[in-house]
Structure formats: structure tokens, C-alpha cells
T-cell receptor, first 112, second 110 residues
Framework: EAGVAQSPRYKIIEKRQSVAFWCNPI?????LYWYQQILGQGPKLLIQ????????DSQLPKDRFSAERLKGVDSTLKIQPAKLEDSAVYLC??????????FGPGTRLTVL | EDQVTQSPEALRLQEGESSSLNCSYT??????LFWYRQDPGKGPEFLFT???AGEEKEKERLKATLTKKESFLHITAPKPEDSATYLC???????????FGTGTRLQVTL
């Protein structure tokens, strides 16, 4: 069974630029999550989708971050404009039910 | 607000030296407690889910236990390949939100 796919794996941008990350969840998983993991910390939930509807985006900085999940499968997370403090690993995860969430390899973002 | 505290922050063991990692939590309405393993440069890898106090689960050299206030991850006779960061997370709320601790970095040496 293929795992969660993410791209790109690494991205370096200047502050105030925009960036987008892509995620393809495990086939059949209705729930998709985006997390931000700052070095030395645990992942922090940014947004959770159930199919193509948003379930929780309470910790998403909506002035600069946006996410969508068209057709209830793939998802993109965008940052515009980026700030230095956005440097982190962005993790995508998916789950079938209330059991374990399965994570992708992440995208490491460096904002200079 | 849900809080998850993991200790110790870092742990260095010799091969074969058993130990335990702690995850204490303060939440309203625990729906489940999760343990993950994270290797450098990779996403977290799911290990266990525990749903109620008294529950235990095992996988190879790892055993997870749960009480009403904390969970332990026991590592028996660890090997160097067990070196990783171990994360615990609590699931709460109707949306099944996960709140993670900061992890324990485990290093197992020969």
C-alpha cells in the first residue's frame, strides 16, 4: 500500500515570497491533516479536512496560510507572504477513521 | 487547553539497557493516546493507540501502557536501531484532534 506522498521535499525561499506544498493521502483515507513541526518540537495541527470540507482550522494563520482539498483527495497548503518564523517541516497525514494518522515524509521549508 | 509533557527530553542507553519514557497529559475528554517514532528527516511513524486506562500494547521491544494521567513506553533490551525521537499525542474532541508532546530523543549505543 502506497503511503502519504508529499512534494517538494525541500524548499528555500526569501521572506515575503509565496510557496505551495502538495499532499496525496493514502487511497481511501477521508481525513487529511496538515501539521507544522518546528525544530525540537512536536507537530502542531494547522488544518484538518474531512473529504473536501474543513473540520478544524483554528490554528491556521489565515492572514497568510491557506489550504484546499479539491475533490476530497489531493491537498495543497500555501503560504503568502512567508515570514522567517515559518521555517519548519510541513507534514501531511491521513487517516481512515479514529485510529492512527499516517504521515508523509514532510516538506522542509527554509525562509531566508 | 490540552497539555502533553514528555520526559526525559533526551535519553542515552547502552544496548540491552532497558528503560521507560514518560508521557503525562492534562486533557478534557481523552479519546485516545498515540505513540509515534520519528527518525531524522522523516515523518512520524505510527506505533500504538491506547484508548483506556489499564490498556497495554506491545510491538517487538516496545510496550506502551496507559493510566488516567500518563502513559509509559517501555523499551526492553534496546538495540541501536531503536534510536529515534518518540512522540506521544492525545486525541480529544469530536474532530479527533491530536495534540503532540515535544518528544524524547533516544540514543542507543553499542
Amino acid at each position: 500500500e502506497a503511503g502519504v506522498a508529499q512534494s517538494p521535499r525541500y524548499k528555500i525561499i526569501e521572506k515575503r515570497q509565496s510557496v505551495a506544498f502538495w499532499c496525496n493521502p493514502i487511497s481511501g483515507h477521508a481525513t487529511l491533516y496538515w501539521y507544522q513541526q518546528i525544530l525540537g518540537q512536536g507537530p502542531k495541527l494547522l488544518i484538518q479536512f474531512q473529504n473536501n470540507g474543513v473540520v478544524d482550522d483554528s490554528q491556521l494563520p489565515k492572514d497568510r496560510f491557506s489550504a484546499e482539498r479539491l475533490k476530497g483527495v489531493d491537498s495543497t497548503l500555501k503560504i503568502q507572504p512567508a515570514k522567517l518564523e515559518d521555517s519548519a517541516v510541513y507534514l501531511c497525514a491521513s487517516s481512515l477513521d479514529l485510529g492512527g494518522q499516517f504521515f508523509g515524509p514532510g516538506t522542509r521549508l527554509t525562509v531566508l | 487547553e490540552d497539555q502533553v509533557t514528555q520526559s526525559p527530553e533526551a535519553l542515552r542507553l547502552q544496548e540491552g539497557e532497558s528503560s521507560s519514557l514518560n508521557c503525562s497529559y492534562t486533557v478534557s475528554g481523552l479519546r485516545g493516546l498515540f505513540w509515534y517514532r520519528q527518525d531524522p528527516g522523516k515523518g512520524p511513524e505510527f506505533l500504538f493507540t491506547l484508548y483506556s486506562a489499564g490498556e497495554e500494547k506491545e510491538k517487538e521491544r516496545l510496550k506502551a501502557t496507559l493510566t488516567k494521567k500518563e502513559s509509559f513506553l517501555h523499551i526492553t533490551a534496546p538495540k541501536p536501531e531503536d534510536s529515534a525521537t518518540y512522540l506521544c499525542a492525545v486525541m480529544t474532541g469530536t474532530a479527533s484532534k491530536l495534540t503532540f508532546g515535544t518528544g524524547t530523543r533516544l540514543q542507543v549505543t553499542l
